[in-house]
């Protein structure tokens, strides 16, 4: 089971890491910084380059903590939130991810979930520093606050579409 989970920490942590790089550098394909903005701003979100540094720096961090297996719970809760986000941006396009869908936010969800639930197994820093034996309660709260914190995210910084009735001041605000 440890080296399943080595195996689950290492794919999903480097891939969520490497997600948020793209985002604020020309690293693994991504567009720099401006490319970031330009995303977020494409999708609807106020906050720009901020937006865009908060999104990376919190897909790098948690990715890079899952990957080591340190402070699995409040990684997994990281990786989830900004995994919910980015699944409320790519909803209307469905499922599947040849249309653009949410399939793959929700499969990096799932796997925070089930990381934040088992531990990171004996293969990780959490097990190192004697902190692998997480209360349940701490596991079930990071499950909720991660989408829930997502969600709220999205409610805080997305500007309604033109036909959600978008204000001259509204658009000035960013």
């Known amino acids: 089971m440890d080296t399943g989970l080595l195996v689950l920490?290492?794919?999903?942590?480097?891939?969520?890491?490497g997600h948020g790089v793209q985002k604020v550098s020309f690293r693994l394909g991504g567009s720099g910084l401006a490319g970031g903005?330009?995303?977020?701003?494409?999708?609807?979100?106020r906050g720009g380059r901020?937006?865009?540094?908060?999104?990376g720096s919190s897909q790098?961090?948690?990715?890079?903590?899952?990957?080591?297996?340190?402070?699995?719970p409040m990684a997994a809760m990281a990786a989830m939130g900004v995994m919910t986000v980015a699944g409320t941006v790519k909803r209307h396009k469905g499922l599947w991810v040849q249309n653009d869908g949410y399939e793959y936010p929700?499969?990096?969800?799932?796997?925070?979930?089930?990381l934040a639930l088992t531990?990171?197994?004996?293969?990780?820093?959490?097990h190192a520093l004697g902190l692998a034996a997480?209360?349940?309660?701490?596991?079930?709260?990071?499950?909720?606050?991660?989408?829930?914190s997502g969600l709220l995210t999205r409610a805080v910084l997305h500007r309604p579409s033109a036909s959600e009735g978008t204000t001259p001041y509204a658009q000035a605000a960013d």
């Not at 901020?50 to 999104?55: G, I």
């Not at 790098?60 to 699995?72: E, H, K, N, Q, S």
């Not at 990096?108 to 979930?113: D, G, M, R």
């Not at 531990?119 to 959490?126: A, E, I, M, V």
């Open 9 to 17: 920490r290492l794919v999903a942590g480097l891939l969520i890491a």
């Open 37 to 45: 903005t330009e995303e977020f701003r494409h999708d609807g979100f």
């Open 50 to 55: 901020v937006t865009a540094l908060a999104a």
């Open 60 to 72: 790098i961090g948690a990715g890079m903590f899952l990957a080591v297996g340190l402070l699995t």
């Open 106 to 114: 929700m499969v990096l969800v799932a796997i925070s979930t089930v």
């Open 119 to 126: 531990g990171p197994g004996r293969w990780s820093l959490d």
């Open 134 to 148: 997480w209360p349940l309660w701490v596991s079930v709260t990071v499950i909720v606050l991660g989408p829930v």
